[in-house]
Protein backbone atom coordinates (compact mmCIF):
# COMPACT_ATOMS: atom_id res chain seq x y z
CA UNK A 1 0.00 0.00 0.00
CA UNK A 2 1.37 3.48 -0.63
CA UNK A 3 2.19 5.66 1.88
CA UNK A 4 0.37 8.39 0.90
CA UNK A 5 -2.25 6.70 2.48
CA UNK A 6 -1.51 7.45 5.88
CA UNK A 7 0.70 10.88 4.21
CA UNK A 8 -1.80 12.68 1.87
CA UNK A 9 0.44 15.76 2.29
CA UNK A 10 2.66 13.66 -0.39
CA UNK A 11 -0.22 13.66 -2.58
CA UNK A 12 -1.23 16.86 -2.82
CA UNK A 13 2.14 18.31 -1.86
CA UNK A 14 3.87 17.15 -5.42
CA UNK A 15 1.38 19.08 -7.30
CA UNK A 16 1.53 22.51 -4.70
CA UNK A 17 2.14 25.95 -7.25
CA UNK A 18 2.24 29.29 -6.46
CA UNK A 19 -1.71 29.44 -7.52
CA UNK A 20 -2.19 27.25 -4.16
CA UNK A 21 0.38 29.26 -1.92
CA UNK A 22 -1.59 32.46 -2.66
CA UNK A 23 -4.75 31.07 -2.00
CA UNK A 24 -3.83 28.95 0.68
CA UNK A 25 -2.22 32.29 2.01
CA UNK A 26 -5.34 34.74 1.78
CA UNK A 27 -7.41 32.07 3.28
CA UNK A 28 -5.21 31.45 6.47
CA UNK A 29 -4.58 35.51 6.91
CA UNK A 30 -8.67 35.63 6.96
CA UNK A 31 -9.08 32.21 9.50
CA UNK A 32 -6.23 33.63 11.45
CA UNK A 33 -8.05 36.76 12.32
CA UNK A 34 -11.54 35.10 13.01
CA UNK A 35 -9.51 31.96 15.22
CA UNK A 36 -8.05 34.47 17.47
CA UNK A 37 -10.75 35.45 19.92
CA UNK A 38 -12.87 32.21 18.79
CA UNK A 39 -9.83 30.43 20.61
CA UNK A 40 -9.13 32.20 23.95
CA UNK A 41 -13.25 32.53 24.40
CA UNK A 42 -13.17 28.01 23.83
CA UNK A 43 -10.57 27.77 26.57
CA UNK A 44 -12.33 30.16 29.15
CA UNK A 45 -15.52 27.73 27.94
CA UNK A 46 -13.23 24.37 28.46
CA UNK A 47 -12.31 25.96 32.41
CA UNK A 48 -8.56 26.35 30.95
CA UNK A 49 -6.73 29.77 30.48
CA UNK A 50 -7.14 31.30 27.94
CA UNK A 51 -3.82 31.24 25.95
CA UNK A 52 -4.23 27.10 26.15
CA UNK A 53 -6.61 28.09 23.06
CA UNK A 54 -3.90 29.67 21.02
CA UNK A 55 -1.39 26.39 22.25
CA UNK A 56 -4.18 24.45 20.40
CA UNK A 57 -4.92 26.15 17.47
CA UNK A 58 -0.95 25.52 16.46
CA UNK A 59 0.85 22.11 16.40
CA UNK A 60 -3.02 20.55 16.09
CA UNK A 61 -3.56 22.90 12.62
CA UNK A 62 0.08 21.68 11.35
CA UNK A 63 0.05 17.89 12.57
CA UNK A 64 -4.21 17.64 10.64
CA UNK A 65 -2.45 19.02 7.45
CA UNK A 66 0.42 16.06 7.47
CA UNK A 67 -2.53 13.26 8.15
CA UNK A 68 -5.48 14.85 7.22
CA UNK A 69 -7.62 14.44 3.24
CA UNK A 70 -9.59 17.25 3.16
CA UNK A 71 -8.72 20.42 1.48
CA UNK A 72 -10.65 22.83 3.65
CA UNK A 73 -11.37 21.83 7.05
CA UNK A 74 -10.36 24.03 9.96
CA UNK A 75 -9.27 22.43 13.22
CA UNK A 76 -8.73 23.38 15.96
CA UNK A 77 -11.19 24.03 19.49
CA UNK A 78 -15.10 24.09 19.11
CA UNK A 79 -17.47 24.73 21.35
CA UNK A 80 -19.28 21.49 22.15
CA UNK A 81 -15.26 19.68 22.30
CA UNK A 82 -14.78 22.61 25.02
CA UNK A 83 -18.04 21.97 27.08
CA UNK A 84 -17.28 18.54 26.77
CA UNK A 85 -13.94 18.85 28.36
CA UNK A 86 -14.94 21.32 31.13
CA UNK A 87 -17.34 18.54 32.12
CA UNK A 88 -15.12 15.68 32.21
CA UNK A 89 -11.99 17.24 33.69
CA UNK A 90 -14.20 19.12 36.24
CA UNK A 91 -15.33 16.12 37.36
CA UNK A 92 -11.63 15.20 38.66
CA UNK A 93 -10.17 18.16 39.37
CA UNK A 94 -10.20 21.83 40.49
CA UNK A 95 -10.87 24.82 37.66
CA UNK A 96 -8.14 26.59 37.47
CA UNK A 97 -5.67 24.47 39.41
CA UNK A 98 -2.33 22.31 37.81
CA UNK A 99 -4.33 19.15 38.11
CA UNK A 100 -6.93 20.82 36.45
CA UNK A 101 -4.63 21.89 32.83
CA UNK A 102 -2.63 18.14 33.03
CA UNK A 103 -6.00 16.18 33.26
CA UNK A 104 -6.95 18.38 29.97
CA UNK A 105 -3.68 17.29 28.28
CA UNK A 106 -4.33 13.98 29.46
CA UNK A 107 -7.86 14.28 27.89
CA UNK A 108 -6.18 15.08 24.57
CA UNK A 109 -3.78 12.68 24.79
CA UNK A 110 -6.58 9.97 25.48
CA UNK A 111 -8.74 11.06 22.66
CA UNK A 112 -5.68 11.64 20.02
CA UNK A 113 -5.11 7.41 21.06
CA UNK A 114 -8.57 6.57 20.35
CA UNK A 115 -9.03 8.42 17.39
CA UNK A 116 -5.71 6.98 16.06
CA UNK A 117 -6.29 3.21 16.90
CA UNK A 118 -10.19 3.69 15.04
CA UNK A 119 -8.51 4.98 11.91
CA UNK A 120 -5.93 2.42 11.69
CA UNK A 121 -8.48 -0.90 12.04
CA UNK A 122 -10.86 1.21 9.47
CA UNK A 123 -13.17 1.57 13.14
CA UNK A 124 -14.88 4.29 11.35
CA UNK A 125 -18.40 3.09 11.79
CA UNK A 126 -18.54 3.60 15.07
CA UNK A 127 -19.69 7.09 14.68
CA UNK A 128 -22.69 5.52 12.85
CA UNK A 129 -23.88 4.97 16.63
CA UNK A 130 -25.13 8.20 16.63
CA UNK A 131 -28.20 9.00 14.72
CA UNK A 132 -28.92 12.92 13.08
CA UNK A 133 -31.60 13.33 15.52
CA UNK A 134 -29.28 12.28 18.11
CA UNK A 135 -26.69 14.77 17.25
CA UNK A 136 -29.16 17.37 16.70
CA UNK A 137 -30.49 17.52 20.02
CA UNK A 138 -27.45 16.79 21.36
CA UNK A 139 -25.97 20.09 19.54
CA UNK A 140 -28.98 21.97 20.34
CA UNK A 141 -29.21 21.04 24.21
CA UNK A 142 -25.32 21.98 24.09
CA UNK A 143 -25.52 24.95 22.72
CA UNK A 144 -28.26 26.51 25.10
CA UNK A 145 -26.34 24.66 27.78
CA UNK A 146 -23.29 26.99 26.79
CA UNK A 147 -25.27 30.19 26.17
CA UNK A 148 -26.61 29.92 29.41
CA UNK A 149 -23.37 29.35 31.18
CA UNK A 150 -21.53 32.67 29.61
CA UNK A 151 -24.29 34.33 31.08
CA UNK A 152 -22.09 34.60 34.54
CA UNK A 153 -19.48 36.57 32.11
CA UNK A 154 -22.03 39.22 30.73
CA UNK A 155 -23.30 39.68 34.14
CA UNK A 156 -20.11 39.76 35.86
CA UNK A 157 -21.21 37.28 38.62
CA UNK A 158 -20.02 34.21 39.76
CA UNK A 159 -22.43 31.54 38.76
CA UNK A 160 -21.92 27.94 37.48
CA UNK A 161 -23.97 24.11 37.54
CA UNK A 162 -23.44 21.61 34.65
CA UNK A 163 -26.75 21.20 33.72
CA UNK A 164 -29.60 23.93 32.87
CA UNK A 165 -31.45 23.44 35.88
CA UNK A 166 -28.42 24.09 37.99
CA UNK A 167 -26.88 27.30 36.20
CA UNK A 168 -30.59 28.88 36.12
CA UNK A 169 -30.78 28.23 39.81
CA UNK A 170 -27.02 29.81 40.29
CA UNK A 171 -27.95 32.60 38.29
CA UNK A 172 -30.91 33.81 39.53
CA UNK A 173 -29.58 33.61 42.95
CA UNK A 174 -26.64 36.19 41.35
CA UNK A 175 -28.19 38.48 39.88
CA UNK A 176 -28.53 40.82 43.13
CA UNK A 177 -24.80 40.86 42.23
CA UNK A 178 -24.73 42.19 38.36
CA UNK A 179 -22.13 44.12 37.62
CA UNK A 180 -23.52 47.20 35.24
CA UNK A 181 -20.40 48.33 33.25
CA UNK A 182 -19.97 44.90 32.18
CA UNK A 183 -23.16 44.29 31.51
CA UNK A 184 -23.24 47.14 29.18
CA UNK A 185 -20.12 45.64 27.51
CA UNK A 186 -21.81 42.37 27.11
CA UNK A 187 -24.94 42.87 26.18
CA UNK A 188 -23.37 45.15 23.64
CA UNK A 189 -20.82 43.20 22.49
CA UNK A 190 -23.41 40.47 21.80
CA UNK A 191 -26.03 43.22 19.64
CA UNK A 192 -23.20 43.99 17.49
CA UNK A 193 -21.64 40.23 16.73
CA UNK A 194 -25.56 39.09 16.23
CA UNK A 195 -25.51 42.51 13.78
CA UNK A 196 -22.47 41.93 12.15
CA UNK A 197 -23.56 38.23 10.95
CA UNK A 198 -26.19 39.31 8.82
CA UNK A 199 -25.88 43.55 8.62
CA UNK A 200 -22.40 43.90 8.45
CA UNK A 201 -21.83 42.82 4.65
CA UNK A 202 -24.54 44.81 3.27
CA UNK A 203 -23.48 47.80 4.98
CA UNK A 204 -20.17 47.84 3.10
CA UNK A 205 -21.44 46.85 0.15
CA UNK A 206 -23.34 49.94 0.11
CA UNK A 207 -19.73 51.76 1.61
CA UNK A 208 -18.73 50.75 -2.25
CA UNK A 209 -17.10 47.56 -1.32
CA UNK A 210 -16.74 44.70 -3.61
CA UNK A 211 -19.15 41.48 -2.68
CA UNK A 212 -16.31 39.01 -1.93
CA UNK A 213 -14.62 41.42 0.28
CA UNK A 214 -17.40 42.45 2.27
CA UNK A 215 -18.24 38.89 2.68
CA UNK A 216 -14.65 38.47 3.80
CA UNK A 217 -14.44 41.56 6.17
CA UNK A 218 -17.80 40.93 7.58
CA UNK A 219 -16.13 37.74 9.43
CA UNK A 220 -13.38 40.12 11.39
CA UNK A 221 -16.59 41.41 13.69
CA UNK A 222 -15.28 39.58 16.78
CA UNK A 223 -11.83 41.59 16.29
CA UNK A 224 -13.38 44.59 16.02
CA UNK A 225 -15.49 43.77 19.25
CA UNK A 226 -12.11 42.39 20.85
CA UNK A 227 -10.42 45.59 19.83
CA UNK A 228 -12.86 48.14 20.92
CA UNK A 229 -13.72 46.85 23.73
CA UNK A 230 -9.83 46.64 25.29
CA UNK A 231 -9.46 50.41 24.16
CA UNK A 232 -12.55 50.98 26.14
CA UNK A 233 -11.50 49.56 29.09
CA UNK A 234 -8.21 51.36 29.01
CA UNK A 235 -9.31 54.80 28.51
CA UNK A 236 -11.98 54.56 30.90
CA UNK A 237 -10.01 52.46 33.78
CA UNK A 238 -13.34 50.05 33.68
CA UNK A 239 -10.72 47.68 35.44
CA UNK A 240 -11.63 49.85 38.49
CA UNK A 241 -14.92 49.56 38.42
CA UNK A 242 -15.27 45.84 38.70
CA UNK A 243 -15.08 44.55 34.37
CA UNK A 244 -13.22 41.06 34.63
CA UNK A 245 -10.66 40.90 32.41
CA UNK A 246 -8.13 38.35 31.13
CA UNK A 247 -5.21 39.43 32.62
CA UNK A 248 -1.65 38.51 31.93
CA UNK A 249 -1.36 36.34 28.88
CA UNK A 250 1.84 34.39 28.63
CA UNK A 251 3.88 35.54 25.66
CA UNK A 252 5.74 32.81 23.34
CA UNK A 253 5.13 29.32 21.92
CA UNK A 254 3.82 26.61 22.76
CA UNK A 255 5.77 24.14 25.68
CA UNK A 256 6.38 20.75 25.22
CA UNK A 257 3.99 19.34 27.59
CA UNK A 258 4.08 15.69 28.76
CA UNK A 259 0.43 13.97 29.80
CA UNK A 260 0.72 12.96 32.76
CA UNK A 261 0.76 9.18 33.35
CA UNK A 262 -1.88 8.15 35.79
CA UNK A 263 -3.72 4.60 35.33
CA UNK A 264 -6.73 5.70 38.21
CA UNK A 265 -7.03 9.01 36.17
CA UNK A 266 -7.30 8.00 32.58
CA UNK A 267 -9.59 5.02 33.32
CA UNK A 268 -12.11 8.04 35.17
CA UNK A 269 -11.61 10.07 31.63
CA UNK A 270 -12.08 7.28 29.24
CA UNK A 271 -15.98 7.58 28.58
CA UNK A 272 -15.53 11.34 28.09
CA UNK A 273 -12.52 10.92 26.09
CA UNK A 274 -14.18 8.21 23.90
CA UNK A 275 -17.25 10.50 23.88
CA UNK A 276 -15.12 13.24 22.06
CA UNK A 277 -13.60 11.11 19.61
CA UNK A 278 -16.74 9.89 19.04
CA UNK A 279 -18.46 13.74 18.51
CA UNK A 280 -15.97 15.09 17.56
CA UNK A 281 -14.95 12.70 14.34
CA UNK A 282 -18.71 13.02 13.29
CA UNK A 283 -18.85 16.78 13.42
CA UNK A 284 -15.63 17.10 11.47
CA UNK A 285 -16.50 14.76 8.75
CA UNK A 286 -19.74 16.18 8.16
CA UNK A 287 -18.23 19.19 7.90
CA UNK A 288 -15.27 18.06 5.65
CA UNK A 289 -17.59 15.78 3.32
CA UNK A 290 -20.25 19.02 2.75
CA UNK A 291 -17.51 21.14 1.73
CA UNK A 292 -15.98 18.70 -0.10
CA UNK A 293 -18.93 17.79 -2.23
CA UNK A 294 -19.03 21.69 -2.84
CA UNK A 295 -15.90 21.45 -5.00
CA UNK A 296 -16.55 17.51 -6.44
CA UNK A 297 -13.64 16.19 -4.03
CA UNK A 298 -13.48 13.68 -1.45
CA UNK A 299 -12.27 12.66 1.44
CA UNK A 300 -11.46 9.47 3.65
CA UNK A 301 -13.40 9.21 6.73
CA UNK A 302 -10.99 6.51 8.21
CA UNK A 303 -7.63 8.97 7.13
CA UNK A 304 -9.87 11.48 8.94
CA UNK A 305 -9.47 9.72 12.50
CA UNK A 306 -5.58 9.57 11.87
CA UNK A 307 -5.93 13.48 11.21
CA UNK A 308 -7.67 14.36 13.68
CA UNK A 309 -5.79 11.65 16.22
CA UNK A 310 -2.94 13.14 15.22
CA UNK A 311 -4.00 16.48 15.91
CA UNK A 312 -5.03 15.48 19.48
CA UNK A 313 -2.14 13.76 20.38
CA UNK A 314 -0.66 17.36 19.13
CA UNK A 315 -2.46 19.02 21.82
CA UNK A 316 -1.66 17.16 24.14
CA UNK A 317 2.07 17.64 24.17
CA UNK A 318 2.06 21.18 23.13
CA UNK A 319 0.04 22.17 26.13
CA UNK A 320 -3.42 22.19 24.30
CA UNK A 321 -6.54 20.35 24.96
CA UNK A 322 -8.90 18.32 22.52
CA UNK A 323 -10.03 19.99 19.19
CA UNK A 324 -11.72 18.71 15.82
CA UNK A 325 -12.99 20.37 12.80
CA UNK A 326 -14.85 23.65 13.88
CA UNK A 327 -17.69 24.18 11.20
CA UNK A 328 -17.33 28.18 11.37
CA UNK A 329 -14.18 28.40 10.84
CA UNK A 330 -13.93 25.29 7.93
CA UNK A 331 -16.63 27.91 6.33
CA UNK A 332 -14.46 30.74 6.12
CA UNK A 333 -11.16 28.59 5.25
CA UNK A 334 -13.25 27.57 2.06
CA UNK A 335 -15.27 30.98 1.20
CA UNK A 336 -11.97 31.91 1.43
CA UNK A 337 -10.35 30.41 -1.11
CA UNK A 338 -8.32 27.85 0.65
CA UNK A 339 -7.05 25.01 -1.50
CA UNK A 340 -5.19 22.52 0.10
CA UNK A 341 -4.43 21.90 3.71
CA UNK A 342 -1.29 23.96 3.30
CA UNK A 343 -3.79 26.94 4.76
CA UNK A 344 -4.38 25.45 8.14
CA UNK A 345 -0.07 25.22 8.38
CA UNK A 346 -0.01 28.95 7.88
CA UNK A 347 -2.95 29.44 10.05
CA UNK A 348 -0.80 27.65 12.93
CA UNK A 349 1.90 30.07 11.65
CA UNK A 350 -0.42 33.06 12.02
CA UNK A 351 -1.63 32.11 15.69
CA UNK A 352 1.93 30.97 16.56
CA UNK A 353 3.23 35.12 15.42
CA UNK A 354 -0.08 36.29 17.65
CA UNK A 355 0.99 34.12 20.55
CA UNK A 356 4.84 35.70 20.65
CA UNK A 357 3.47 39.41 19.90
CA UNK A 358 0.05 40.10 20.65
CA UNK A 359 -0.72 38.46 23.95
CA UNK A 360 0.39 41.15 25.97
CA UNK A 361 -2.32 43.61 24.09
CA UNK A 362 -4.87 40.81 25.77
CA UNK A 363 -4.39 42.12 28.81
CA UNK A 364 -7.24 44.11 29.38
CA UNK A 365 -9.57 42.02 27.25
CA UNK A 366 -13.07 41.63 29.40
CA UNK A 367 -14.17 38.14 29.85
CA UNK A 368 -18.05 39.38 29.08
CA UNK A 369 -16.50 40.11 25.24
CA UNK A 370 -15.15 36.13 24.86
CA UNK A 371 -18.32 35.23 26.93
CA UNK A 372 -20.73 37.01 23.54
CA UNK A 373 -18.59 35.44 21.02
CA UNK A 374 -19.30 32.07 22.29
CA UNK A 375 -22.78 33.11 22.76
CA UNK A 376 -23.10 33.97 19.17
CA UNK A 377 -21.73 31.16 18.26
CA UNK A 378 -23.22 28.25 19.70
CA UNK A 379 -26.77 30.04 19.56
CA UNK A 380 -26.25 29.37 15.66
CA UNK A 381 -25.86 26.03 16.63
CA UNK A 382 -29.00 25.56 18.36
CA UNK A 383 -32.42 23.89 16.23
CA UNK A 384 -35.36 23.89 17.92
CA UNK A 385 -37.45 23.93 14.78
CA UNK A 386 -35.57 20.11 14.44
CA UNK A 387 -38.70 19.02 16.80
CA UNK A 388 -41.86 20.16 14.43
CA UNK A 389 -39.65 18.61 11.28
CA UNK A 390 -39.15 15.46 13.16
CA UNK A 391 -42.24 15.06 14.70
CA UNK A 392 -44.22 15.29 11.39
CA UNK A 393 -41.60 12.73 9.61
CA UNK A 394 -40.75 10.14 12.29
CA UNK A 395 -41.86 9.41 15.94
CA UNK A 396 -39.29 7.01 16.82
CA UNK A 397 -36.61 9.76 15.77
CA UNK A 398 -38.55 12.10 17.55
CA UNK A 399 -38.31 10.70 20.85
CA UNK A 400 -34.68 10.56 20.07
CA UNK A 401 -34.19 13.73 19.90
CA UNK A 402 -36.64 14.87 22.68
CA UNK A 403 -34.89 12.57 24.93
CA UNK A 404 -31.46 13.80 24.12
CA UNK A 405 -32.72 17.11 24.80
CA UNK A 406 -34.25 16.95 27.50
CA UNK A 407 -31.67 14.65 29.51
CA UNK A 408 -28.90 16.89 28.28
CA UNK A 409 -30.42 19.94 29.35
CA UNK A 410 -31.85 17.95 32.44
CA UNK A 411 -28.99 16.21 33.51
CA UNK A 412 -25.59 17.37 31.76
CA UNK A 413 -23.77 16.65 28.62
CA UNK A 414 -22.73 12.68 28.61
CA UNK A 415 -25.72 11.92 30.36
CA UNK A 416 -27.62 13.34 27.25
CA UNK A 417 -25.18 11.90 24.55
CA UNK A 418 -25.64 8.22 26.41
CA UNK A 419 -29.61 8.88 26.69
CA UNK A 420 -29.78 9.99 23.02
CA UNK A 421 -27.50 6.39 22.10
CA UNK A 422 -29.54 4.34 24.48
CA UNK A 423 -33.14 5.30 23.23
CA UNK A 424 -31.82 4.78 19.19
CA UNK A 425 -30.79 1.91 19.97
CA UNK A 426 -34.07 0.49 21.73
CA UNK A 427 -35.98 1.77 18.92
CA UNK A 428 -34.01 0.39 16.26
CA UNK A 429 -34.24 -3.10 18.62
CA UNK A 430 -37.89 -2.50 18.63
CA UNK A 431 -38.64 -1.52 15.03
CA UNK A 432 -36.85 -4.51 13.98
CA UNK A 433 -38.41 -6.64 16.49
CA UNK A 434 -41.54 -6.05 14.80
CA UNK A 435 -40.93 -6.52 10.86
CA UNK A 436 -43.28 -5.46 8.78
CA UNK A 437 -44.92 -8.51 6.50
CA UNK A 438 -46.77 -7.45 3.59
CA UNK A 439 -49.53 -10.06 1.40
CA UNK A 440 -48.66 -9.81 -1.97
CA UNK A 441 -50.62 -10.49 -5.25
CA UNK A 442 -49.29 -10.36 -9.12
CA UNK A 443 -50.28 -6.08 -10.58
CA UNK A 444 -52.54 -7.42 -13.87
CA UNK A 445 -50.52 -7.24 -16.99
CA UNK A 446 -46.95 -6.65 -15.08
CA UNK A 447 -44.42 -9.43 -13.50
CA UNK A 448 -44.65 -6.90 -10.40
CA UNK A 449 -45.80 -7.94 -6.68
CA UNK A 450 -47.48 -5.44 -4.57
CA UNK A 451 -49.15 -5.35 -0.85
CA UNK A 452 -52.54 -5.95 -1.55
CA UNK A 453 -53.43 -3.16 1.18
CA UNK A 454 -52.22 -0.91 -1.11
CA UNK A 455 -52.55 -2.20 -4.71
CA UNK A 456 -55.82 -4.07 -6.94
CA UNK A 457 -53.70 -6.94 -7.48
CA UNK A 458 -54.63 -10.42 -8.37
CA UNK A 459 -54.00 -13.23 -5.86
CA UNK A 460 -53.80 -17.28 -6.03
CA UNK A 461 -55.61 -18.95 -3.42
CA UNK A 462 -53.51 -21.94 -3.05
CA UNK A 463 -50.11 -19.76 -2.94
CA UNK A 464 -49.38 -17.39 -0.28
CA UNK A 465 -47.05 -14.56 -0.54
CA UNK A 466 -45.34 -12.81 1.96
CA UNK A 467 -42.28 -10.26 1.61
CA UNK A 468 -40.22 -9.71 4.83
CA UNK A 469 -39.43 -6.11 4.77
CA UNK A 470 -36.30 -6.76 7.31
CA UNK A 471 -33.24 -8.87 7.58
CA UNK A 472 -33.86 -11.76 10.04
CA UNK A 473 -32.11 -11.78 13.60
CA UNK A 474 -32.89 -13.39 16.44
CA UNK A 475 -34.82 -10.18 17.47
CA UNK A 476 -37.67 -10.61 14.77
CA UNK A 477 -37.74 -14.61 14.74
CA UNK A 478 -40.35 -15.45 17.04
CA UNK A 479 -42.30 -12.79 15.49
CA UNK A 480 -41.92 -14.13 11.94
CA UNK A 481 -42.95 -17.67 13.01
CA UNK A 482 -46.13 -16.01 14.68
CA UNK A 483 -47.06 -13.65 11.94
CA UNK A 484 -46.78 -16.80 8.99
CA UNK A 485 -48.45 -18.83 11.19
CA UNK A 486 -51.43 -16.97 11.57
CA UNK A 487 -51.40 -16.19 8.03
CA UNK A 488 -51.88 -19.67 6.87
CA UNK A 489 -54.88 -20.20 9.55
CA UNK A 490 -56.62 -17.59 7.94
CA UNK A 491 -56.39 -18.98 4.50
CA UNK A 492 -57.92 -22.76 4.57
CA UNK A 493 -57.21 -23.25 0.56
CA UNK A 494 -53.26 -22.07 0.97
CA UNK A 495 -50.94 -25.15 -0.07
CA UNK A 496 -48.05 -22.89 -1.23
CA UNK A 497 -45.95 -20.44 0.94
CA UNK A 498 -43.76 -18.10 -0.93
CA UNK A 499 -41.49 -15.82 1.23
CA UNK A 500 -40.40 -12.93 -1.10
CA UNK A 501 -36.56 -11.97 0.49
CA UNK A 502 -36.12 -9.12 -1.63
CA UNK A 503 -35.84 -6.88 1.70
CA UNK A 504 -33.88 -9.54 3.82
CA UNK A 505 -29.97 -8.73 3.72
CA UNK A 506 -29.18 -11.12 6.32
CA UNK A 507 -30.41 -14.28 8.55
CA UNK A 508 -28.55 -15.15 11.49
CA UNK A 509 -28.48 -18.61 13.01
CA UNK A 510 -31.56 -18.02 15.27
CA UNK A 511 -33.51 -17.14 12.33
CA UNK A 512 -32.69 -19.94 10.56
CA UNK A 513 -33.78 -22.01 13.45
CA UNK A 514 -36.93 -20.82 12.78
CA UNK A 515 -37.53 -20.89 9.04
CA UNK A 516 -36.28 -24.73 9.94
CA UNK A 517 -39.46 -24.31 12.33
CA UNK A 518 -41.83 -22.51 10.27
CA UNK A 519 -41.16 -24.95 7.30
CA UNK A 520 -41.49 -28.42 9.57
CA UNK A 521 -45.06 -26.64 10.84
CA UNK A 522 -46.23 -25.97 7.28
CA UNK A 523 -45.17 -29.79 6.75
CA UNK A 524 -47.25 -31.00 9.21
CA UNK A 525 -49.90 -29.43 7.13
CA UNK A 526 -49.19 -30.02 3.71
CA UNK A 527 -48.21 -26.65 3.33
CA UNK A 528 -44.64 -26.33 1.07
CA UNK A 529 -42.16 -23.06 1.78
CA UNK A 530 -40.63 -22.07 -0.97
CA UNK A 531 -38.13 -18.66 -1.42
CA UNK A 532 -37.68 -16.10 -3.63
CA UNK A 533 -35.43 -13.65 -4.86
CA UNK A 534 -32.76 -14.57 -2.46
CA UNK A 535 -29.61 -12.13 -2.30
CA UNK A 536 -26.88 -13.67 -3.63
CA UNK A 537 -24.91 -12.89 0.17
CA UNK A 538 -27.73 -14.55 1.90
CA UNK A 539 -27.54 -17.40 -0.23
CA UNK A 540 -24.36 -18.22 -0.28
CA UNK A 541 -24.61 -18.60 3.96
CA UNK A 542 -27.99 -21.18 3.25
CA UNK A 543 -25.42 -22.98 0.94
CA UNK A 544 -22.97 -23.73 3.90
CA UNK A 545 -25.94 -25.09 6.14
CA UNK A 546 -28.66 -28.21 5.21
CA UNK A 547 -31.53 -26.13 5.16
CA UNK A 548 -31.56 -25.94 1.45
CA UNK A 549 -31.11 -29.81 1.23
CA UNK A 550 -34.26 -30.31 3.50
CA UNK A 551 -36.45 -27.62 2.17
CA UNK A 552 -39.65 -28.87 1.33
CA UNK A 553 -40.35 -26.47 -1.95
CA UNK A 554 -38.33 -24.30 -3.92
CA UNK A 555 -35.75 -21.27 -4.18
CA UNK A 556 -37.24 -19.28 -7.13
CA UNK A 557 -34.94 -16.58 -8.75
CA UNK A 558 -38.52 -13.91 -9.00
CA UNK A 559 -41.30 -13.72 -7.68
CA UNK A 560 -42.83 -14.07 -10.80
CA UNK A 561 -41.23 -17.44 -11.57
CA UNK A 562 -42.92 -18.45 -8.27
CA UNK A 563 -45.94 -17.88 -8.93
CA UNK A 564 -45.06 -19.17 -12.68
CA UNK A 565 -44.59 -22.79 -11.46
CA UNK A 566 -46.91 -23.09 -8.65
CA UNK A 567 -49.98 -21.12 -9.98
CA UNK A 568 -49.46 -20.99 -13.90
CA UNK A 569 -53.28 -20.29 -14.17
CA UNK A 570 -53.82 -17.57 -12.28
CA UNK A 571 -50.26 -16.10 -13.57
CA UNK A 572 -50.97 -16.76 -17.15
CA UNK A 573 -54.79 -14.75 -16.43
CA UNK A 574 -53.02 -11.88 -14.23
CA UNK A 575 -53.42 -9.23 -17.15
CA UNK A 576 -56.72 -9.84 -17.78
CA UNK A 577 -58.65 -10.89 -14.75
CA UNK A 578 -58.99 -8.35 -11.40
CA UNK A 579 -59.73 -11.21 -8.33
CA UNK A 580 -60.52 -9.76 -5.23
CA UNK A 581 -57.60 -10.02 -2.93
CA UNK A 582 -57.00 -13.09 0.11
CA UNK A 583 -58.72 -11.59 2.74
CA UNK A 584 -57.78 -7.98 3.23
CA UNK A 585 -59.00 -7.77 6.42
CA UNK A 586 -56.01 -9.45 7.96
CA UNK A 587 -53.58 -8.16 10.70
CA UNK A 588 -50.74 -6.78 8.67
CA UNK A 589 -49.80 -3.57 8.79
CA UNK A 590 -50.77 -0.83 5.70
CA UNK A 591 -47.25 -0.40 4.35
Known sequence: MSISRYLPILDWGRRYDRQALTADGLAAAIVTIMLIPQSLAYAMLAGLPPVVGLYASILPLIAYAIFGTSRTLAVGPVAVVSLLTASAVGAVAAPGSADYIAAALALAFLSGLMLLAMGIFRLGFVANLLSHPVISGFITAAGLIIATSQLQHILGVRAGGHDMVELVRSLLSALPQVNVPTLIIGVATTAFLFWSRTHLRPALVRLGLAPGAAALLARTGPVAAVAVSIIAVVTLDLTAVGVSVVGEVPQGLPPFTMPVVDPGLWLALLPAAFMISVIGFVESVSVAQTLAAKRRQSITPDQELIGLGAANLAAAFSGGYPVTGGFARSVVNYDAGAQTPAAGAFTAIGIALASLFLTPLLHFLPHAVL???????VLSLVDLGALGRTWRY???????????????LGAGVEAGILTGIAISVLLLLWRTSRPHVAVLGQVPGTAHFRNIRRHDVVCAPEVLSLRIDESLYFGNARAIESVVQEAVASHAQVRHVVLNCAAVNGIDASALESLE?????????????????????????????????????????SHHEALAALAPEATRTADAARRPPIDAARPFPEH
Open 371 to 377: AATIIVA
Open 517 to 557: LIMHRLSDQQIALHLSEVKGPVMDRLARTEFLSHLTGQVFL
Open 394 to 408: SRHDFAALLGTIAVT
